[in-house]
């Protein structure tokens, strides 16, 4: 597990501005779950509180926020269809997603553990 410091949270989702910081992201952790959405989504926000849960619960999993709704390359790399969309990436790979609109903290914090080992 790589280490958490510096002058991101650790509990809180690191939001990515684009591509470029989701790939330096995933070359610097071993484990990310990013939640892609999109402004004005009212599932993508009620997520935010479950996402923080989850950081603070999965110490070895960075969970971060990405919009891609400016970049389609990114959309089309990712086949993002609908948001939010979840995506788990271990060493950089995506390894599970999921679009069933929202989930509840214990589910996902389940379903990462289940996927990340």
Same mark, same amino acid.
């Given at each position: 597990?790589? #280490? ?9 989702? /690191?939001? !990515?501005? =684009?591509?470029?910081? @989701? #790939?330096?992201?995933?070359? #610097?952790? #071993?484990? &990310? ?12 926000? +009620?997520?935010?509180?479950?996402? +923080?849960?989850? %950081?603070?619960? !999965?110490?070895? *999993? &960075?969970? %971060?926020? @990405? ?14 269809? +609908? /948001?939010?969309? @979840? /995506? !788990? ?16 903290? =214990?589910?996902?914090?389940?379903? *990462? ?5």
């Amino acid at each position: 597990m790589k #280490d958490n410091t510096g002058t991101a949270d650790p509990t809180r989702p /690191v939001p !990515l501005a =684009d591509e470029a910081d @989701l #790939d330096a992201l995933l070359a #610097d952790e #071993d484990a &990310v779950l990013v939640e892609f959405y999109t402004e004005g989504c009212g599932i993508c926000r +009620s997520m935010e509180p479950v996402l +923080s849960n989850v %950081a603070r619960e !999965l110490t070895d *999993v &960075v969970v %971060a926020t @990405l919009n891609p709704r400016d970049d389609p390359p990114l959309i089309e790399r990712f086949d993002v269809r +609908s /948001v939010p969309l @979840l /995506v !788990l990436f271990i060493d950089g790979d995506p390894a599970a997603r999921r679009a069933d609109g929202f989930v509840g903290g =214990d589910d996902l914090t389940a379903w *990462v553990r289940e996927h990340r080992h």
